[in-house]
């Protein structure tokens, strides 16, 4: 999470190595075992709860990480946060990870959840990170990975049965922080990475021969692979041998992801269409066509930058989604009503949808059964995965719900075969719920209490859109009556910033609403700026509400900070350089309508002009430079 | 007179109620209007410049405070002002080489009347008692029309020259555009409408996107017209800017005002998006008529050259009426709308201005503001610096 530039000139060569490092690795392998069992295995005990209570996007100066150790995993608001300055200066040293072992993790997960689609993906930007430099957000993917399978408030979590991917993820933050530590010698770093790739090879195979071998015996499987899996943290020159012809293929998949994923995929069910599917890519287009529930013209007048990404007709979908309610088998009732919100947009904003999706899967759980001569992991699996596309087809996920996603399969597939139907449904509801609580509603909380803590008697906070935690941060910092102005700067179409206005003005708190264009203007008088993030991602761009770049780069440019509140399960381990690679189209007639201006219609009639294209996005992406600070639930970082 | 008050008003009035907007329509009106005003004034005998200079003055001076953010008024009427200092200055300058033969030759009485038919003006007054009135008057009378002639010739002009300056930019675009290039652009502006269709016409084939300009949105006026002729447009919401300048080749805006340093008073919106070309490295060309460069360094540009707007324009006044009226504890309202017209852009992050004399760096103004101004007129000190703005 680098904001200036001379961090960045620190790690660059680093980068730069790894990605060269990557092919060649496998001789130093043997060399490279010895010395990382004693560093990593005597303290995986402690570092499970550190991870736990890390926040996943920072590797923070060494203060911070043994003050997090003492804390618990939620800790208090009156955490050492350094001043921005300092931190600025600071330079987190093993923040640019490479993030070789991503990929192993994605591949594991792959096996674990048994969800072709969202497999194909993570094993595609896993891929996809190992030849980028991604930054320190390689925990982020363990978290979501490995450490939602225990209870997210247990400090002895390694004791836990599904142990495995505990350790899994202990290894992972002992090799992060080994490597904050020894970030500077390179040449150790890279060989850490070959053990722990290796490491996790062979905790996915050890599992995956678990699992096969203990068919119904729940209680034996974890043990045993929790077994293997720490012998695999001691023995990494054992788990090595497993490792070579993958990694030999990596780097290849890097190269060509798009050639490489085909074959991947191949071998798995096609329920639900890619999550990023190129949409440029016509006969997965057709494929992904004849599967889906809702009928979808594709939208005239495309612009053609943006061929890759879908657009459809936007008045044809509801009714034809309406009408077929009461027809539709195999989407949930439940589900099928957060579809058609999404589509509606009744819904918008990550969390609100998150939390929808998570609800309507809840429903669709407590209603289910297990159809006679199947098994309730793979069934609810693919029931989930159907969702999922309808869902998709609805609206294109947003990043935050694929997490959630995420979590609720390999929830899913953790499960014990041992338990029954009702103990397994009580079971996910609990852990849905949990999840919505702790990660969603509970770090929502927790970035509050950080944030209220930047807001000083006479700012003038400037928000940008209309971000759930912002609000929550304003409305919290004014009941504790902090003396503020807030700045609601909005944008067409979807002025969503109108709504935040009334809200705000409706506690009692003096606002001043302006539109994008001006924030020029109004920036003159603002003290921070305060934005939402739909996503984090690991080269630390913000994936935020399209805009938001624009308000962050005014504000950078007036030496005004620019403060992130994005809660933790929202980052992803995916890099993008700018906003055109992946994002979401709108409806692109909101562009042609103003409402409550009838003068200005000159192009009502757009789409019968083949010159004429409206773009219409929904996101875009900041540079890191632009940040000062993101606060997650887990801790700030800088 | 009565007549030209009532003309002097009529466009004060239209001023103030903001009913002659753009940078064709109010230099043009300003530049008739002087003209009428110059061609009815009656000069006295003598210093007939300054009786002009005077006269559009007093109504410039009114002009330029019924709407102060019209800043083409301004400019307008300092270069009617130079005009008539030049059309006063140039016959002199011509026979300068013989003033002081003249002088030495009138001192001794040789041939007083043929000295004083080749009189330069500046010297009228050391001679107008020593030499024969009546001859002098009839000079006079002579002069004065063949100043206000020149004058209002000049004007005329001026006025030419405002009207094509658009086809002197134009002609100039095919040097800026190429083909498969992506041009952005931000709001309404003729300059840049024609720059484009001239490019077009050049059978240059380009892609437009088009920022809209919320909340005026007259960028929709834009990509209609674009569309019209053919030109692959896209219109984007102005959020966009950012995320869409990383494939953009250039960004060619119109602006309000060019100031004396290279910086621009350009429509809201034009810094953020100036900002991202320099971010993304893309330039930033301003195509301007030359009557925009404005003489004046720009002092706190953001407040003082803007216009705010009606809140209406932002927000529905029936939905946040009570909003605004109800007051916090001291009864000040909650709610403030900020809805400024323009935004200042420095000139750093301009890249090239193209007026209709050719492309000039924005550290260039400075010297063409020599060319077309009298100092006089815009010097903010000593006796002649008259204009508040």
């Known amino acids: 999470m680098e904001t200036r530039r001379v961090p960045r000139a620190v790690s660059d060569p680093k980068v730069r190595q790894v990605g060269f490092f990557a092919p060649g690795a496998p001789p130093d392998r043997s060399q490279s075992g010895p010395p990382h069992p004693a560093s990593s295995s005597p303290p995986v005990s402690e570092i499970s709860p550190s991870g736990n209570s890390l926040s996943p996007v920072m590797i923070p100066p060494p203060r911070h990480l043994s003050a997090d150790l003492a804390r618990g995993p939620h800790f208090s608001p009156a955490a050492p946060l350094s001043p921005m300055r300092a931190a600025r200066d600071s330079i987190p040293v093993g923040s640019y990870n490479p993030s070789e072992f991503v990929a192993p993790t994605a591949s594991e997960f792959t096996d674990d ?92 195979e050890a599992q995956r021969a678990a699992k096969a071998a203990t068919k119904g015996d729940g209680s034996k499987t974890p043990a045993a692979s929790s077994g293997l899996g720490s012998s695999a943290n001691a023995n990494p020159g054992k788990a090595a041998k497993a490792s070579p012809q993958k990694k030999d293929n990596s780097p290849v998949a890097a190269s060509e992801k798009r050639g490489s994923d085909r074959p991947q995929d191949k071998d798995r069910k096609k329920d639900v269409p890619h999550p990023r599917m190129q949409f440029d890519d016509k006969s997965r287009v057709e494929k992904a066509k004849k599967r889906s529930v809702v009928k979808q013209t594709e939208a005239k007048n495309r612009v053609e930058l943006f061929r890759h990404l879908p657009q459809y007709e936007h008045g044809t979908r509801l009714p034809e989604l309406e009408s077929k309610l009461f027809q539709l088998d195999p989407v949930h009732p439940a589900v099928y009503k957060v579809g058609l919100r999404y589509l509606a947009g009744d819904i918008s904003g990550g969390n609100a949808r998150c939390i929808a999706m998570l609800q309507a899967f809840q429903e669709s759980i407590k209603d289910y059964s297990t159809p006679p001569e199947k098994a309730l992991i793979r069934d609810l699996t693919s029931k989930i995965n159907s969702y999922v596309s309808f869902l998709i087809e609805c609206r294109p996920l947003s990043i935050s719900m694929g997490n959630a996603i995420r979590f609720l399969k390999s929830k899913i597939a953790k499960l014990s075969l041992a338990l029954s139907e ?123 509400r399209v805009g938001t770049a624009c308000v962050a780069m005014v504000a950078h440019q007036f030496r005004v900070p620019v403060l992130i509140c994005c809660e933790a399960y929202k980052f992803h381990e995916r890099v993008q350089l700018d906003s055109i690679c992946s994002n979401e189209l709108g409806d692109p007639d909101m562009i042609a309508k103003v409402p409550g201006r009838k003068e200005i219609d000159s192009l009502d009639d757009w789409a019968n002009s083949d010159n004429l294209q409206l773009l219409n996005l929904i996101y875009d992406a900041t540079p890191s430079d632009y940040v000062s600070m993101i606060i997650t639930d887990y801790d700030t970082s800088h | 007179m009565p007549d030209m008050q009532g003309l002097v008003n009529e466009l004060i009035d239209k001023l103030k109620k903001r009913r002659v907007k753009g940078s064709l329509e109010t230099p043009l009106q300003t530049a008739e209007l002087l003209r009428s005003v110059i061609s009815v004034q009656k000069l006295p005998p003598t210093n007939k410049a300054a009786a002009l200079i005077n006269a559009v003055r007093d109504v410039g001076e009114k002009l330029i405070a019924a709407n102060p953010v019209e800043l083409s008024v301004g400019n307008v009427i300092r270069r009617v002002l130079h005009i008539i200092r030049e059309e006063d200055l140039s016959p002199s300058s011509d026979e300068a080489g013989d003033n002081e033969e003249e002088i030495t030759w009138l001192r001794d009485n040789t041939a007083p009347y043929v000295a004083e038919i080749i009189r330069p003006p500046l010297l009228h007054m050391l001679h107008t008692f020593s030499s024969a009135e009546e001859k002098s008057k009839s000079y006079i009378f002579g002069r004065s029309r063949k100043l206000k002639h020149d004058v209002i010739e000049a004007i005329n002009m001026l006025i030419e020259d405002v009207n094509i300056c658009y086809e002197l930019i134009a002609e100039q675009a095919v040097e800026h555009i190429h083909h498969n290039e992506t041009i952005l652009t931000l709001g309404w502006s003729r300059t840049v409408l024609e720059f484009l269709l001239a490019a077009k016409d050049k059978k240059r084939s380009f892609h437009v996107f088009v920022a809209e300009g919320a909340p005026r949105c007259h960028g929709h006026a834009l990509a209609q017209e674009l569309v019209g002729r053919g030109l692959k447009t896209t219109v984007i919401a102005d959020a966009s800017v950012f995320a869409m300048i990383s494939r953009v080749n250039m960004v060619i805006v119109g602006v309000h005002a060019v100031m004396a340093n290279g910086g621009v008073i350009a429509p809201v919106g034009m810094d953020m998006v100036a900002l991202a070309a320099q971010k993304f490295a893309v330039p930033v060309v301003v195509v301007a008529g030359i009557h925009k460069l404005r003489p004046l360094y720009p002092e706190n540009p953001e407040v003082s050259l803007n216009d705010m707007r009606s809140p209406s324009e932002l927000l529905e006044l029936g939905k946040f009426s009570d909003c605004m009226d109800f007051g916090s504890v001291d009864g000040a309202p909650l709610v403030h709308v900020a809805n400024p017209v323009f935004d200042y852009v420095p000139p750093e992050l301009v890249s090239l201005v193209i007026t209709d004399i050719g492309g000039h760096k924005p550290s260039y103004i400075y010297r063409l503001i020599a060319d077309y101004y009298s100092s006089q007129d815009y010097v903010r000190y000593g006796r002649d610096a008259l204009f508040k703005l």
């Open chain 1, 422 to 544: 009702s103990e397994a449904k009580a079971i996910l509801l609990s852990d849905i719920d949990r999840f919505i609580n702790e990660k969603i509603i509970l770090a929502d909380k927790v970035i509050v209490r950080h944030a209220v803590t930047k807001i000083r008697d006479g700012d003038v906070l400037l928000t940008y859109g209309s971000s759930s935690a912002v609000e929550l941060l304003l409305i919290h910092a004014h009941e504790l009556g902090k003396n503020f102005r807030v700045v609601v700067v909005d944008s067409r179409p979807k002025l969503e910033g109108k709504l935040l206005l009334r809200r705000l003005v409706g506690k009692g708190i003096s606002c001043t609403y302006t539109h994008i264009n001006a924030v020029s203007y109004i920036m003159h008088e603002v003290t921070r700026v305060f934005l939402g993030a739909s996503s984090v991602l690991s080269n630390g761009t913000v994936y935020s």
């Open chain 1, 113 to 204: 959840a048994l969800s072709p689609n969202w497999t194909a993906r993570r094993s595609n930007s896993g891929k996809f990170a190992s030849s980028l430099p991604a930054g320190g957000f390689d925990m982020s993917s363990l978290k979501q990975n490995n450490f939602p399978a225990s209870s997210l408030t247990t400090v002895s979590i390694v004791n836990m049965p599904p142990g495995i991917t505990e350790k899994d993820g202990g290894a992972g933050v002992e090799v992060q922080k080994e490597r904050s530590k020894t970030g500077s010698k390179a040449s150790l770093k890279p060989l850490k990475e070959q053990t722990t790739k290796a490491e996790r090879r062979a905790i996915q």
